[in-house]
């Protein structure tokens, strides 16, 4: 996906935005204001998911020899924690429009938030095909959310328009923090999970190891480690026990490690030191089983 398309998602939420206070205003109505702010929000949130994406492009360097893929995984990181901040504020806001309840126009509740569900759903739309990237998934699922919540606005501006029930909004509101809070909670965890080193969820230690231990020469494998370095991008460096041999069959072998790794478990960076078989195990942690 082009960053130019997130650009383009930026001007169009800065337009809703505006839409949204003006109807908020006039309409008197908690819950169009507090979707404004939502959708505020993203304004931010998109700018750095651009500038993220810009800088995954850029090649790896003497300062960052991995290249920029986690940039991503960082802007979501960062993302998801203003949407925990700003759920808190909309649930708060929600609960203080219980104490004082105001009448509100339905027709601009309802009028503002179709505008705002084509501009929500149109970015949805647009960044679907980008859901496998978790800096993308957060604006993804950020933007569903907004589509959500304007739906519940229309269906919620109805009912107060036929039953007069001033509550309806502010209980809008609270469902709209509390969807953005839900949202952003899982985003927070798997991101932080890769910037701290985490395993990648789609592959263990264990069949990592025991796979390297199929390919003929390979006796022993320890000191497994499997980490995420962001945009689908794995990394994995491990130890192995090879008998005496000419250096041409140790690149056969690093050559089978490197390509089983690839092929089986989406690992595209591996490092691997060799050690000579027959020397006593010392280490704790040989995975998973001494050569016999």
């Not at 001007?11 to 505020?40: C, F, K, P, Q, R």
């Not at 993220?52 to 979501?76: C, F, N, Q, V």
């Not at 504020?89 to 601009?108: N, T």
């Not at 130890?239 to 089978?256: G, K, T, V």
């Amino acid at each position: 996906m082009r960053p130019s398309v997130l650009a383009w998602a930026m001007a169009a939420t800065l337009g809703l935005v505006g839409a949204e206070i003006v109807g908020g205003v006039l309409g008197h109505s908690v819950a169009l204001l507090n979707d404004a702010v939502h959708n505020l929000s993203d304004v931010p949130a998109l700018g750095i998911s651009w500038l993220a994406m810009r800088w995954a492009e850029r090649p790896a360097d003497s300062e960052k020899t991995y290249g920029y893929h986690r940039a991503g995984i960082l802007a979501a990181f960062t993302n998801a924690l203003l949407l925990v901040v700003l759920a808190l504020w909309l649930g708060y806001e929600s609960i203080e429009r219980f104490r004082s309840p105001v009448d509100v126009v339905e027709s601009w509740m309802i009028w503002t938030s179709v505008a705002a569900l084509a501009v929500n759903g149109g970015i949805t739309l647009a960044l679907v095909r980008g859901r496998g990237d978790l800096n993308l998934r957060s604006i993804l699922v950020h933007n569903f959310g907004d589509a959500l919540s304007n739906i519940a606005i229309i269906v919620g501006a109805i009912v107060i328009g036929a039953t007069g029930l001033r509550w309806i909004d502010p209980l809008l509101g609270l469902a709209i923090g509390i969807l953005v809070l839900w949202s952003s909670i899982g985003i927070l965890q798997e991101s932080a999970h890769v910037l701290l080193e985490g395993r990648p969820h789609d592959c263990s230690v264990e069949d990592v190891a025991r796979a390297m231990l199929t390919i003929e020469g390979v006796y022993e494998v320890h000191d497994v480690h499997i980490w995420s370095l962001g945009a689908g991008h794995n990394a994995l460096s491990l130890h192995a026990r090879i008998p005496d041999m000419h250096m041409d069959e140790c690149e056969r072998i690093l050559s089978a490690i490197q390509e089983k790794a690839a092929h089986d478990f989406n690992i595209d960076h591996s490092t691997v030191q060799f050690e000579r078989a027959g020397l006593p195990a010392t280490s704790g942690y040989v995975m998973p089983e001494p050569a016999k």
